[in-house]
């Protein structure tokens, strides 16, 4: 009956030697390996690979833009040469008495061009543009708000983190409730065998504390299965496989320290304090639009007809641009009323999330000290239950109770030291959360 109990001992203590055993080793593998937030920071990286981005529109652009056309059909620019020179090319012959002056035949040209090539090389600097500046505030500021998202999308993976660890842990030390609990009803197995041999005890005793083996073993196996669903989630948010062990950490043994004061740095905060400036400048860019934009240019290149290159082909081509908004229906002022409705919207989901935030740390306060002063009177009540079932065990020694009262003293010190795993951890847990509410760095 005991054989498989005693495999799964050694099956579990092999299965804690041979896991990591440091909250922080874990923290630090997930915030390296978590899916979740490799997608946090690669939003940031995109974020600023934006910025740069914008910050080279305002920069000087060189365009390599070479084309070429073929024409046929369309309208013509007639040029009447013949016309015009014939008459005088007529008058020649006449007086030098030779053909030495040809007639020629009037010249229509296509104003498409034909077999006609452009290659060039156009630089463009914009001289006087608001909007650009702008656009790169916008995207410095959406840069910093996405390193906000990570800052968030890390506390919240340290959080969750910390509290499947010490999940795994309270499960791993139910374990050990439940290896005591089995320590002592062998003992008691041991005592009422001893007693019926003498004729001083009862066979059904025996029976009882067997029966007793049986459940604890059963709650045993569960308490496993428990400790295993847990390490699954620890190791699913470190990336790692769902069956790795996890080991008891025996470091653990007294309670957190409550900070006397609360950090109100909150990332979220930051962000919406981000997206107010966001939509300030999203206000300044559409008011930019009736500013006048100035642009210069200059071309390089060559051009002529066949692709012959001659002293002709070459050129340089330079001018000035200047763009200036006169009317758009409109546009412009729905875009500018749209910015400043969506920074009263903004400012007022800031009021509310300041609310939200210094309410969720006071109660992460309160469930915390609650929790802590569960433990501590759970601690108590253990101590008395403990005191308890050695009374009843010595009196059934004695012979003035009967098994059924060693039981169930027994099995009310296994679940206070049960009740008291579970408020230890829970008080971990809850101080997570608190710093979490308040801030603190994870």
Do not use: H
Not at 42 to 65: K, N
Not at 320 to 333: E, H, I, P, W
Not at 337 to 358: G, M
């Amino acid at each position: 009956m005991y054989k498989p109990l005693i495999i799964l001992w050694s099956l579990l203590a092999i299965w804690e030697l041979n896991a990591q055993t440091s909250l922080p080793e874990y923290i630090e593998k997930g915030l390296s390996q978590n899916s979740g937030f490799q997608q946090a920071s690669l939003v940031t990286s995109a974020a600023a690979a934006a910025q740069q981005a914008a910050t080279a529109q305002g920069s000087i652009r060189l365009d390599f833009q070479p084309s070429y056309t073929v024409a046929a059909g369309g309208r013509t620019i007639d040029i009447p040469i013949g016309d015009i020179v014939n008459p005088v090319y007529s008058t020649l012959n006449t007086l030098t008495g030779s053909e030495q002056f040809p007639q020629l035949d009037n010249v229509s040209e296509l104003l498409n061009p034909n077999n006609f090539y452009d290659v060039k090389v156009r630089a463009t600097y914009p001289v006087l543009n608001k909007a650009i500046g702008i656009n790169e505030d916008i995207k410095t500021l959406q840069t910093e708000l996405a390193r906000d998202g990570e800052e968030l999308a890390r506390q919240r993976l340290v959080a969750d983190i910390s509290v499947a660890y010490y999940d795994c842990q309270m499960a791993l030390r139910a374990i050990d409730v439940y290896r005591d609990a089995q320590v002592l009803i062998q003992e008691n197995i041991r005592v009422n065998r001893s007693l019926v041999k003498r004729g001083a005890g009862l066979p059904t005793s025996v029976l009882a504390a067997e029966s007793d083996s049986v459940l604890v073993a059963a709650e045993l196996v569960n308490a496993q299965l428990r400790a295993e669903a847990a390490a699954a989630r620890l190791n699913v948010l470190t990336n790692q496989s769902m069956t790795a062990p996890v080991a008891k950490d025996e470091t653990i043994t007294t309670l957190p320290r409550m900070a006397a004061s609360i950090n109100a740095a909150r990332p979220e905060l930051a962000q919406l304090n981000r997206l107010l400036a966001i939509n300030q400048k999203q206000v300044e860019l559409a008011q930019s639009g009736g500013k006048p934009q100035l642009n210069v240019f200059a071309d390089v290149g060559a051009q002529g007809f066949d692709f012959q290159i001659d002293g002709q082909a070459p050129y340089v081509l330079a001018g000035v641009s200047l763009n200036l908004n006169l009317f758009d229906g409109g546009q412009r002022k729905a875009s500018v009323q749209e910015a400043q409705l969506r920074q009263a919207a903004t400012e007022a989901q800031r009021t509310y999330l300041v609310q939200q935030l210094s309410l969720e740390a006071f109660a992460a306060w309160q469930t915390c000290t609650a929790s802590i002063n569960t433990y501590t009177a759970l601690t108590t009540d253990v101590n008395i239950k403990q005191r308890q079932y050695q009374d009843q065990l010595g009196r059934y020694r004695a012979g003035t109770v009967n098994y059924i009262a060693v039981q169930e003293a027994r099995n009310a010190w296994t679940q206070a030291q049960l009740a008291q795993n579970i408020a230890f951890f829970q008080t971990w847990k809850d101080w997570v959360m608190w710093e979490r509410a308040a801030g603190a760095e994870g």
